[in-house]
């Protein structure tokens, strides 16, 4: 037994030591790459740009892709590298212009607009865009509506039917199961609730709902009608009959402007590049390019100036923030450090979510508070930056947002459920209870709150209300009938917003940061501008593991996966929320 025990013990430390030596071998690799040397750029090339991958932020460096493919991402990149990647190739006489890929982009409509206007501010420099696809969503047609060329598949779709927005519902399944939801709200819009409580959408959602989905898709086809030169009524038309059927439609009505195979563009990118039919294009990749050694001469800016941009993207909740969430400690936390820094003049606070945790919300715009009083801040709104997301950013200097953001939501909501006839009739699970006072229970899961309860919740949840609408009241600078009569947990769009007072201006993060700089006084070559660090390999590997349930559900279940998620972001909720509806998905 103790030869046994001895043997047992020798292959569990060496078990370890492999673990660990592995490890820091990991560690070393990743280090060994990340500091490799940087991508030569070919004279004559063209870079190649795959958005069919989901869109972040902020993306994660990948130290392996010197193994990768020529025409891989390498990195997995984000809204920042691909807007700095663009900008950097529109000055680089290495680079003759862009070959286009969007099929099914996986981000915002305000992510899209962000790239879709870095494309065309590449467009200045008279290099060429060519687009290629053999299929299109209208988020894919949207940014390939930009392109000189755009080429599809004889045999490809082309999908122009206007957008829907799809919500979804539990309250059958509620029933059925003898779970009673407690619903305290402020705000006739306020419908992140609806789905626990309603079969299908209440009038003032579908009102709501109607409104910014129209707002747009309008901003969408005028966009397109000004880069392809058509009528913006015929192509609302197009999509109402649905004549845009074929590839061949497409091309008829002028949408694309050719039918053809992948090869055959490549033969027109040859003959644009002044190379032999036989030889190779030289394509680099946006992963790869990111770490091409910059030709921009500003680099040498010597300033000691600073404009700060931290980035909140995510669920809002209170502790520590991680690749999905919004953690108020974290935040607030970057926003105290930007404030205390001397070199740092200003202050962008880019935001993309759609709110959760007023408390969370709340601890945030009091560090939004005490920095626009040291310094400018400027709230730049990305997909979203509504309800939780909307609130941190009262207090900033000014705000910009997408003309198809999605904002505003101002108001607030608490929801429990009652269990008790789900575990009593469904499990055969009772409780019983002894109080030392009237309300000790209070409040309750597993049995009916009483009225007086209940008005007690309702009461904090109309006082949360009026500390949010408040709050707006002075951050906008606005009377608060005013707030009053555009608040009550409504959505809007960006242009809606600068149209009712919400916001100041309409841009993306450039013109954010152009604007720090701009109310901080400094000069465009007076600054410089400092991002988030970004996450190496082994950080993005460590952090992967608490994403593996994640990972486990969308495997297993496939379509069926965001709903066993919807249902567990419940497990977040706590106190009072200002979110958007769950589960919005506009196609």
Not at 280 to 286: A, G, T
Request: proline fraction near 3%; aromatic fraction near 8%.
């Amino acid at each position: 037994m103790r030869q046994f025990l001895k043997y047992v013990l020798a292959t569990l430390v060496g078990l370890f030591i492999f673990g660990f030596v592995g490890f820091l071998l990991l560690i070393g690799l990743s280090a060994a790459f990340s500091s490799g040397d940087k991508t030569v750029v070919k004279s004559n090339s063209v870079l190649r740009l795959n958005l069919d991958n989901p869109i972040r932020e902020q993306g994660v460096d990948n130290p392996f892709k010197a193994f990768e493919p020529l025409n891989s991402d390498g990195d997995v990149l984000g809204l920042i590298e691909i807007r700095q990647a663009l900008e950097k190739a529109k000055d680089d006489d290495n680079i003759k212009g862009i070959y286009l890929e969007s099929q099914y982009p996986q981000a915002g409509w305000a992510t899209i607009e962000e790239v879709r206007n870095a494309l065309i501010d590449f467009k200045k420099s008279k290099k060429f865009v060519y687009s290629y696809n053999e299929v299109m969503t209208e988020k894919g047609y949207y940014l390939a509506s930009v392109a000189d060329k755009v080429y599809m598949n004889p045999a490809g779709d082309l999908e122009w039917n206007g957008l829907d927005a799809e919500l979804t519902f539990f309250k059958g399944t509620l029933d059925k199961l003898g779970i009673k939801p407690e619903i305290f709200k402020v705000g006739d819009f306020k419908s992140a609730v609806e789905p626990f409580i309603r079969e299908n959408m209440s009038d003032p959602n579908r009102l709501q709902v109607k409104s910014f989905l129209s707002s747009i898709n309008n901003h969408m086809v005028a966009e397109i009608a000004k880069s392809r030169g058509l009528r913006a009524d015929s192509l609302q038309r197009y999509a109402d009959n649905l004549t845009i059927q074929t590839p061949a439609d497409a091309l008829k009505h002028k949408l694309i402007s050719n039918v053809g195979y992948q090869d055959e563009l490549e033969s027109l990118i040859k003959k644009e590049l002044g190379i032999a039919e036989k030889k190779k294009v030289d394509y680099v990749s946006l992963g790869k390019y990111s770490d091409a050694e910059s030709t921009d001469d500003g680099e040498s800016n010597s300033s000691k100036n600073r404009i700060a941009v931290i980035i909140a993207s995510g669920d809002i909740n209170s502790g520590k923030s991680d690749d999905n969430s919004i953690g108020s400690e974290t935040v607030a936390e970057e926003i105290r450090k930007a404030r205390m820094d001397e070199k740092v003049k200003a202050i962008v606070l880019r935001v993309n979510s759609g709110g959760g945790s007023a408390l969370a919300s709340d601890v945030m715009q009091r560090e939004v508070d005490l920095a626009r009083k040291a310094k400018p801040v400027i709230g730049s709104m990305s997909d979203y930056a509504a309800s939780g997301g909307y609130y941190m950013l009262m207090g900033c200097t000014k705000i910009m947002a997408h003309p198809n953001t999605i904002t505003g939501s101002i108001g607030v909501f608490s929801l429990l459920f009652n269990t008790e006839t789900f575990f009593k009739d469904k499990l055969g699970v009772t409780y019983d209870r002894v109080l030392t006072n009237a309300n000790s229970d209070f409040p309750s899961v597993t049995h009916e709150m009483s009225p007086f309860q209940k008005q007690t919740l309702q009461r904090s949840t109309e006082r949360i209300y009026r500390v949010f609408t408040g709050k707006v009241a002075a951050g906008r600078k606005l009377p608060i009938d005013s707030v009053l009569a555009i608040a009550s947990g409504r959505v809007w769009t960006g242009s809606q917003a600068k149209a009712n007072g919400l916001v100041d201006e309409l841009g993306g993060l450039d013109d954010a940061i152009k604007l720090a700089a701009k109310t901080a006084k400094l000069g465009d070559d007076d600054y410089k501008v400092k991002y988030p660090r970004k996450k190496d390999f082994v950080e993005k590997l460590l952090s992967s593991m608490s994403d593996s349930e994640d990972t486990k559900i969308q495997t297993q279940l496939g379509y069926l996966a965001p709903y066993v998620k919807y249902l567990q972001k419940l497990k977040t909720m706590e106190g009072v929320q200002a979110r958007l509806p769950f589960e919005m998905e506009i196609r």
